[in-house]
């Protein structure tokens, strides 16, 4: 079982910017397809954004342009800039880490709250 810890949550304005980070517990990524995924209060969790171990990335529609997933294999870590935040990406923010085999590994979750 991969632990994933991620950080960088926060409380942000409306055209604001956060990066957040998931750290795995053990030297495992490099192999993994990792991803970020959010759900809001009284939504379904959906996807965000996914970078494969070659660093081939995939968006969701609503997030092209404004975020961006990128990896660091030395340093375990996944990553997920977030810029021009709207109210809407308000959510818990979940980090994933799936293996060849296609067992997955989830973060507790992150709040990113978007509000004036």
């Known amino acids: 079982q991969v632990q994933l810890v991620e950080s960088g949550g926060g409380s942000v304005q409306p055209g604001g910017s956060l990066r957040l980070s998931c750290t795995a517990s053990a030297r495992i990524l490099v192999i993994y397809t990792l991803a970020w995924y959010r759900q809001a209060p009284g939504k379904q969790r959906e996807l965000v954004a996914t970078?494969?171990?070659?660093?081939?990335?995939n968006y969701a529609d609503s997030m092209k342009g404004r975020f961006t997933i990128s990896r660091n294999n030395a340093k375990n870590t996944v990553y997920l800039q977030m810029n021009s935040l709207k109210p809407e990406d308000t959510a818990v923010y979940y980090c994933?880490?799936?293996?060849?085999?296609?067992?997955?590994?989830w973060g507790q979750g992150t709040q990113v709250t978007v509000s004036s």
């Open positions: 970078i494969t171990n070659d660093g081939s990335t």
């Open positions: 994933n880490a799936r293996s060849p085999t296609g067992a997955n590994n």
